[in-house]
């Protein structure tokens, strides 16, 4: 085993790390050596046993040094033809989960009436994939650095699909218990999904790609929602025939079973751990400065005395955490207004997922384009309060058209500020692990989900939907208010500026072909 470096752990403060980067331009690994793909950018975060830096590398102020040929081949920066294929892999498996997340809920009314149980027991099928996040985080987050990207995706997709099956076995109204086991394996499933985006784009793309692709990775999660949203309406007609309606659940699982098994054989088939080049400056230097042995405690310890990181955390959960409460009990808001109205309260809520979509996409462009992630963290922050606001007052006015306009116009921002807090994170946080920085994200996204869930849920009962959502404005607003005081320190946008770059290019099939080397004013 081998022990810290103490002198590494200085690099977790910014003016030190900024010292280290310019002393290690030519840092490079020999290419025999076999990195973990998923090891934590800072040092004191474990890498895999076997990784070491060859003995031949120095640091030396003048430029790039290329001492062999073999060292020169590692300090190419290149783009994998195969990152494309990773991020849509599992932007479709994170998909197919997230769909029999809110699958019970956009159909809340039906299901009560099949299985004969409480509004509140089907709102729990929901909130269990919150619950089971937060204590299986950590576990789940010491797995991914220890066994990597392939492994974890590997389990989640096989999760999903196992959750996905158990579901079939509960299609009489007395195995109640039986879809709540589903339910509960494919929320396990989803502790391996939810902290991966981030961790996808930093490994596989490019300086000026990572926003764009962790949107991407995101966009599959709230296609899903939208999916479900839309399809179990259509799926499943609200009958009275016990019968017939377990018929039309079946065909419904039977769907999911299947797709979820094909794309558990894509992940096999596609997944790999890591491109065989580095894609980034940043990345690079993580595989150099990563220890083998060091103390996992000590990383969650550091990200918590990170204060805006621990600010952003918070105004996080509360954005999400409304969007999850909104969700779970769109049905019943929109049922208590227009009654008989199943399937347009699914199309609300696809249009607010597909609103956010759309939302998440433009802002990762952005991102990568301009670089203001507090900016825009700030402005699509106020959006959605605005957005929220409107919606509350106009649900009630008995114009379905006018709450389709005002329910897409909340969710462009609400849903689109999901993948912006996902990169700010790790932005703030550089060079900790990707994974440790979302994970606390979403813990803090699922506290607040529960809470807000359950609250609005007994307002709405008691109150009506109205003082229900002007609860969430209420939180929305004190999230705005605390996003203002996070300050913008860039850690990862300073690593990738401040050491000379390497050109970054396509992966040739020639494997024979000598890259060419540029400086960073190339890129």
């Known amino acids: 085993m081998v022990n810290e470096n103490p002198n590494l752990e200085e690099l977790n403060d910014p003016p030190v790390l900024e010292k280290a980067l310019q002393a290690e331009p030519s840092v490079s690994v020999h290419p025999i050596v076999s990195i973990h793909p998923s090891v934590s950018i800072h040092p004191s975060v474990s890498a895999h046993p076997s990784s070491s830096v060859h003995p031949s590398t120095s640091a030396q102020p003048g430029g790039l040094n290329h001492p062999s040929s073999s060292c020169q081949e590692l300090s190419v920066i290149k783009l994998s033809k195969r990152r494309w294929a990773v991020v849509l892999v599992f932007s479709c498996y994170s998909m197919c989960n997230a769909f029999q997340w809110i699958q019970y809920s956009s159909i809340n009314n039906i299901f009560m009436h099949f299985y004969g149980v409480s509004a509140f027991a089907i709102d729990w ?45 509960s299609l009489k109204p007395h195995l109640f218990p039986v879809t709540v086991l589903g339910q509960v394996i494919c929320s396990v499933a989803q502790v391996f999904i939810l902290g991966m985006p981030s961790r996808i784009a930093s490994v596989w793309f490019g300086a000026n790609e990572v926003s764009t692709a962790c949107s991407v990775a995101v966009f599959g999660n709230q296609l899903g929602i939208a999916i479900g949203f839309l399809v179990p309406p259509i799926l499943v007609p609200n009958i009275k025939d016990q019968d017939q309606l377990a018929y039309h659940i079946s065909i419904m699982f039977y769907i999911i079973g299947g797709v979820a098994t094909l794309l558990f054989i894509l992940v096999i088939i596609v997944f790999k751990e890591k491109p065989k080049h580095p894609p980034s400056r940043a990345q690079s230097l993580s595989y150099a400065l990563a220890s083998s042995d060091a103390s996992y405690f000590s990383s969650i310890a550091r990200l918590f005395k990170n204060l805006n990181f621990v600010l952003l955390v918070i105004t996080y959960g509360l954005n ?15 049922i208590l207004h227009y009654p008989g109205e199943e399937v347009n309260a699914g199309r609300i809520g696809l249009t607010i997922v597909i609103a956010g979509m759309l ?47 005002t329910a897409g116009t909340l969710g462009f921002f609400m849903t689109g500020y999901l993948p912006l807090g996902f990169e700010f994170a790790v932005e703030l946080t550089y060079p900790e692990s990707e994974g440790m920085s979302s994970g606390l994200l979403n813990v803090s996204a699922q506290v607040f989900g529960i809470i807000f869930t359950i609250s609005q849920g007994q307002i709405i009962d008691s109150y009506g939907t109205m003082p ?23 850690r990862r946008q300073k690593a990738n500026r401040e050491v000379p770059e390497t050109k970054v290019q396509e992966e040739e099939n020639n494997a024979s072909k000598e890259p060419t080397i540029l400086s960073e004013d190339h890129f």
């Open 468 to 490: 229900g959502n002007i609860f969430l404005c209420v939180f929305l607003s004190l999230g705005a208010a605390l996003t203002a005081f996070i300050r913008a320190d860039l």
């Open 125 to 169: 099928l929901s909130m269990c994939y919150m619950l089971t996040y937060i204590p299986l985080l950590l576990p789940v987050a010491w797995l991914l650095e220890k066994f990597g990207l392939r492994t974890i995706a590997l389990t989640g997709s096989a999760l999903n699909c196992l959750g996905a099956w158990v579901k079939l076995g």
């Open 320 to 334: 999400a955490g409304a969007f999850y409460a909104l969700s779970t009990l769109l049905n019943r808001m929109v």
């Open 359 to 405: 939302g998440a996409v433009i802002s990762g462009i952005w991102l990568d384009k301009s670089k203001t992630y507090k900016e825009t963290t700030l402005v699509v922050y106020i959006m959605t309060l605005v957005g929220m606001v409107v919606y509350t007052f106009t649900l009630s006015l008995g114009h379905l058209w006018v709450v389709f306009l």
